[in-house]
Every structure is written in structure tokens, then in C-alpha cells.
Antibody, heavy 118, light 112 residues
Framework: QVQLVESGGGVVQSGGSLRLSCAASGFTFSSYGMHWVRQAPGKGLEWMAFIRYDGTNKYYADSVRGRFTISRDNSKNTLYLQMNSLRAEDTAMYYC???????????WGQGTLVTVSS | DVVMTQSPLSLPVTLGQPASISCRSSQSLVYSDGNTYLNWFQQRPGQSPRRLIYKVSDRDSGVPDRFSGSGSGTDFTLKISRVEAEDVGVYYCMQGSHWPYTFGQGTKLEIK
């Protein structure tokens, strides 16, 4: 069955860096574009970033462009989110998501919590 | 960026009664291929979100047929024909026609 398992979250000081990972299994990872979506405590969903199946195209939300970098290693079936210059407002649960604009099923990980302390 | 505006933000509903959530986009969501990439997600308390509807009105596999989506251009609606207790949660629209993708603020459905 499809599984997406995020890791790498934790507590980091403002201005610091963190790298999130998402280990994928149960499907051909290299065939799917992947997204990161976050949710601040008690708040709504915020779309963060997307990477094409082969890594050639990447898109970002305005709030993180220039600070966050999405990448993937198809040989390791793993998605990454490098987060630099972290701010208090980046505190959130971060989800990796397999989402296509079609009948293909959508899968979310369980999320990894990032807390930025000021 | 496309701004997605949902209303109402809070929706108390009696069990068995219908419910309706509106979602408006700041620009047309008709993509160059002719499709309109408007999705609806449900997030039950303590759970990861689940997609209910894609391309305005197509239901994902396993989604009860009491959920339906409609709309076009910039105005979209999610309807629940008869609310059940398991429908409690927050509902989000999300557009996938323009980068960056964007979500609405969310509508919290509760039982009256």
C-alpha cells in the first residue's frame, strides 16, 4: 500500500535551517510529481512547493520562495524540503502529498512538526 | 497569486439536513487545456486531509455520493445532501490551475 513517511522535524531557532524528508513506498515514486503542504497550529492548509516527477520543474509559494528548496532522489524514493532562514511563522506541521489533478488517488503523509523558536 | 475565498467560515448544521460551502477564486480557474482544476478537501479532527472532489465535480473513489461539487470559472460550491456525524471537520477548496496552488481559508462544519 502507498505510504508517505515524513521525518526531520523538530525545534530550531529563528534564522536556522532544517531539512525534511519524505520516504515513499508502495508506488513508482519516480512517476509522480510531489507536493509539500503545511498547517500552522490551529490554522488552515497552506500549499508550499511542488516538484515534477523527474525534478525538472519546481514551484513555490511566495512565502517561502528563495528560502525553501524542494528536491527529490528517485533512486532513494525520497522527497526533501530544505528550509533556510526559518521564521516563527514557519512553525507548522509539514505534509508531503502525492496529488494529481485526476482520478489518481491522493495520499498524505502523517506530517512532521517544525517549531521555530524566537 | 490566486486568492481563494470560502464562505461561510463556520457552518452549524442539523443532522440529516443539507449543507453548502462556497468558494470563489480571484481569477478564472479554467486552464489552457479546457479543464478547471478545483479540488475540495475534508479534514476531520486529528486527521490528515482527504480529497473529496477534483476538477470541480468529480468525486474521488470511496467518497459518498451525498457529496457533490459544482461551479465554473470563479464560483464553486460543495454540497452535502444530508449531513452525517462523520462529516464534522474543516473543508478546504484548493485551486490547481495556476502556480502557486492555493487553498481557501477553510470552513468548519459542526453539528448543531
Amino acid at each position: 500500500q502507498v505510504q508517505l513517511v515524513e521525518s526531520g522535524g523538530g525545534v530550531v531557532q529563528s534564522g536556522g535551517s532544517l531539512r525534511l524528508s519524505c520516504a515513499a513506498s508502495g508506488f513508482t515514486f519516480s512517476s509522480y510529481g510531489m507536493h509539500w503542504v503545511r498547517q500552522a497550529p490551529g490554522k488552515g492548509l497552506e500549499w508550499m512547493a511542488f516538484i515534477r516527477y523527474d525534478g525538472t520543474n519546481k514551484y513555490y509559494a511566495d512565502s517561502v520562495r528563495g528560502r525553501f528548496t524542494i528536491s527529490r532522489d528517485n533512486s532513494k524514493n525520497t522527497l526533501y524540503l530544505q528550509m533556510n532562514s526559518l521564521r516563527a511563522e514557519d512553525t507548522a506541521m509539514y505534509y508531503c502529498v502525492r496529488l494529481q489533478q485526476s482520478t489518481v488517488a491522493v495520499y498524505w503523509g502523517q506530517g512532521t512538526l517544525v517549531t521555530v523558536s524566537s | 497569486d490566486v486568492v481563494m475565498t470560502q464562505s461561510p467560515l463556520s457552518l452549524p448544521v442539523t443532522l440529516g439536513q443539507p449543507a453548502s460551502i462556497s468558494c470563489r477564486s480571484s481569477q478564472s480557474l479554467v486552464y489552457s487545456d479546457g479543464n478547471t482544476y478545483l479540488n475540495w478537501f475534508q479534514q476531520r479532527p486529528g486527521q490528515s486531509p482527504r480529497r473529496l472532489i477534483y476538477k470541480v465535480s468529480d468525486r474521488d473513489s470511496g467518497v459518498p455520493d451525498r457529496f457533490s461539487g459544482s461551479g465554473s470559472g470563479t464560483d464553486f460550491t460543495l454540497k452535502i445532501s444530508r449531513v452525517e456525524a462523520e462529516d464534522v471537520g474543516v473543508y478546504y477548496c484548493m485551486q490547481g490551475s495556476h502556480w502557486p496552488y492555493t487553498f481557501g481559508q477553510g470552513t468548519k462544519l459542526e453539528i448543531k
